[in-house]
């Protein structure tokens, strides 16, 4: 599951070596700050991996970090409060996703949109 949020981006897996745990994986050490304290456990640095900071919860933690992950929900739009927390370089990639998702949308999202916009024309 990938995760993103106001404080960075997480990769969450099930961890297969260590029963009743996950593997949360991130580029960046600060964006598994939280979920590490949650839990409190180290982050590891892992330069050989694809993703080099990983730390391991249970399910009860990862879940009661997404929970206070939605409760800190105080904003409306998504982009703009990553660019005043963590700025250019997020901001910018979150606009990339943004970009990429947009790309899937289905048949029905992506005819509205055409004919929404020609209409404005």
């Given at each position: 599951?990938?995760v993103?949020t106001?404080?960075?981006?997480?990769?969450?897996?099930?961890n297969?070596?260590?029963?009743g745990?996950?593997?949360?994986?991130s580029?960046?050490?600060?964006?598994?700050?939280?979920?590490?304290?949650?839990?409190?456990?180290e982050?590891?640095?892992?330069?050989?991996?694809?993703?080099?900071?990983r730390?391991?919860?249970?399910?009860?933690?990862?879940s009661e970090w997404?929970?206070?992950?939605?409760?800190?929900?105080?904003?409306?739009?998504?982009?703009?409060q990553?660019?005043?927390?963590?700025?250019?370089?997020?901001?910018?990639?979150?606009?990339?996703?943004?970009h990429?998702?947009?790309?899937?949308?289905?048949?029905e999202?992506?005819?509205?949109t055409?004919?929404?916009?020609a209409?404005?024309?």
């Amino acid at each position: 599951m990938w995760v993103f949020t106001q404080d960075g981006f997480v990769s969450v897996v099930d961890n297969h070596q260590r029963k009743g745990f996950l593997t949360a994986r991130s580029r960046d050490r600060q964006s598994l700050i939280a979920i590490a304290e949650i839990a409190d456990c180290e982050i590891e640095f892992t330069p050989l991996r694809d993703y080099q900071y990983r730390t391991y919860v249970t399910r009860d933690q990862y879940s009661e970090w997404l929970a206070l992950q939605s409760e800190m929900l105080n904003y409306g739009n998504f982009k703009d409060q990553v660019h005043k927390t963590l700025g250019d370089t997020y901001y910018h990639a979150c606009g990339e996703v943004w970009h990429a998702m947009n790309m899937v949308q289905d048949d029905e999202a992506t005819q509205w949109t055409r004919d929404h916009y020609a209409a404005k024309a």
